[in-house]
Each structure stands twice: as structure tokens, then as C-alpha cells.
């Protein structure tokens, strides 16, 4: 595999995960519809209210449809993670796993080092379709040995159990 001493990339949410979001929302919601639509039939219109955390989930799962732009960066011992949506440029340097490796497709997880920088757990869906010529660079990158700061041999790729 290439050496990946240096990597920098526009990263974009895959749009098949955008599109997965968004039949997996409207399913719940119509599924919602459906029993809030029962309960009230059958002369139990209060109960309608426990429906309202359920809402306000689906609420929350359509607001990850919008994609997610920003720059991704590896410079050989930390990755970095800048996303346009936190508003002004502001990168966190971090630690990145694989949770899922579909070939064409991965789920990435990347855990800020610092504790000030909003959530310190970000999931990043990318696809070969969205980076094209990057995908291989980004491929080799993840998966090259992560340099040990106290100069011991360099170590696997972290996993998400760590």
C-alpha cells in the first residue's frame, strides 16, 4: 500500500446515506401516523402524547439528511476535521476508526481530542461516488499503521472498541 504520509480531501455525506436517512424517517413517521391515527379511533386521543418523543427522534433523523460538507486531513500522525456547518473554519484534530467498510462505501468515526470542540463524536458516511479520484487515498490513509508518540513501532488502525 502507498505510504500516506499526507492527505487533505473535501468530504461530502454519501448520498446513498442520505437516501437510506430518508426512507428509514419516512417510514417511521408514517408508522407514527398510523398508531397515533389507531389510538385516537379507539377513544384514547391522550395517549396521542406519548407519540411525542417518537416526534421529535424523526425530528432529529431529518436534520442528518441535509449533507454535511467539509475537509477532512491526516498529516501522518492525527487526522483532522473540519466541517463547513459548525460555522466558522474551525478544525479539531482528532483519532479516526472504521465502524463499517462496505467496499465502495465506509462509516467513519471520528472522536475529537479536545473536549471544548461541540460533540466529540462525529460519524462520517462517504462513498466512492462522492470522492471519486480520492477514494484510494482516503482508503490508504485509514488503513495505514498510526504512528505511537511514544516512538514504539507503529499499530494497527484503531477499531471502534477502543
Not at 504520509?5 to 419516512?26: D, F, N, P, Q
Not at 479536545?114 to 485509514?142: E, F, I, M, P, Y
Amino acid at each position: 500500500m502507498p505510504d500516506s504520509k499526507a492527505l487533505s480531501i473535501e468530504i461530502r455525506t454519501s448520498a446513498g446515506w442520505r437516501s437510506a436517512v430518508l426512507a428509514l424517517t419516512l417510514a417511521a413517521a408514517l408508522g407514527l401516523i398510523g398508531w397515533s391515527t389507531t389510538v385516537s379511533h379507539r377513544g384514547a386521543p391522550g395517549l396521542v402524547w406519548l407519540g411525542l418523543p417518537a416526534w421529535i427522534a424523526i425530528a432529529a433523523a431529518a436534520s442528518l439528511l441535509w449533507p454535511r460538507a467539509g475537509r477532512l486531513r491526516w498529516d501522518g500522525a492525527d487526522w483532522h476535521l473540519d466541517l463547513a456547518a459548525a460555522g466558522p473554519a474551525r478544525e479539531s484534530p482528532g483519532t479516526l476508526a472504521i465502524a463499517l467498510d462496505g467496499g465502495h462505501w465506509m462509516l467513519l468515526r471520528f472522536r475529537a481530542a479536545q473536549a471544548g470542540t461541540g460533540s466529540r463524536t462525529r460519524w462520517l458516511a462517504l462513498s466512492r461516488r462522492d470522492l471519486g479520484s480520492q477514494w484510494h487515498a482516503l482508503r490508504c490513509a485509514v488503513y495505514s499503521p498510526r504512528p505511537d508518540p511514544a516512538g514504539r513501532p507503529a499499530r494497527a488502525p484503531a477499531t471502534p472498541s477502543e
